[in-house]
T-cell receptor
Framework: EPEVTQTPSHQVTQMGQEVILRCVPI?????FYWYRQILGQKVEFLVS????????KSEIFDDQFSVERPDGSNFTLKIRSTKLEDSAMYFC??????????FGPGTRLTVL | AQTVTQSQPEMSVQEAETVTLSCTYD???????LFWYKQPPSRQMILVIR??????QNATENRFSVNFQKAAKSFSLKISDSQLGDAAMYFC????????????FGEGTQLTVNP
């Protein structure tokens, strides 16, 4: 069964450093998403991406964040200058649009 | 703005018994989807069940069923014959119908299954 994959599974970085989280969505899906979950809290929407552009973003998704689909398979989330409060689990998801979203296993980001 | 509320931070159930997790939501939309996701300790998000708002019939997936009360904006999850593997955090989620729209999650309910 096709699945969403994410790399790395755990990323440790120093405050102020740039990080790139990578995702490979399911191949025939058209919509791509990033969500984050701070430890012990609910899952929050960051951004959705369709037809090579951002279709919706939340108030969390400020200028420090960017997304890109550099080729036909990868979908990336970049955080330019990480802060302590960016420490969280980041989930990539994809969907064909009409059905449910399929989530990846997540990347745990730790900012020191 | 749409909101999803899960008023039970923790629940516990004996193995083989039945448990119901509560969820309420607020929306002005008439057409939407509701979901229950399971998050085990691995933190993977796993879809448990989905309900379309236009369907009056409650969704069922094996031991999992929902009680969808559209007028009351209530969407509870019933787990029958609970198993140890059901222990996880359960999130209720909502999205409007148009393709690609975001999911809004509740705060989650931590379910413990006692042997």
């Amino acid at each position: 069964e096709p699945e969403v994959t994410q790399t790395p599974s755990h990323q440790v970085t120093q405050m102020g450093q740039e990080v790139i989280l990578r995702c490979v969505p399911i191949s025939n899906h058209l919509y791509f998403y990033w969500y984050r979950q701070i430890l012990g809290q609910k899952v929050e929407f960051l951004v959705s991406f369709y037809n090579n552009e951002i279709s919706e973003k939340s108030e969390i998704f400020d200028d420090q964040f960017s997304v890109e689909r550099p080729d036909g398979s990868n979908f990336t989330l970049k955080i330019r200058s990480t802060k302590l409060e960016d420490s969280a689990m980041y989930f990539c998801a994809s969907s064909s649009g009409t059905r449910e979203k399929f989530f990846g296993p997540g990347t745990r980001l730790t900012v020191l | 703005a749409q909101t999803v509320t899960q008023s039970q931070p923790e629940m516990s159930v004996q193995e083989a018994e039945t448990v119901t997790l509560s969820c309420t939501y607020d929306t002005s939309e008439s057409d939407y989807y509701l979901f229950w996701y399971k998050q085990p300790p691995s933190r993977q998000m796993i879809l448990v069940i989905r309900q379309e708002a236009y369907k009056q019939q409650n969704a069922t997936e094996n031991r999992f069923s929902v009680n969808f009360q559209k007028a009351a904006k209530s969407f509870s999850l019933k787990i029958s014959d609970s198993q140890l593997g059901d222990a996880a955090m359960y999130f209720c989620a909502y999205r409007i119908r148009p393709s690609g729209s975001r999911l809004t999650f509740g705060e989650g309910t931590q379910l413990t299954v006692n042997p």
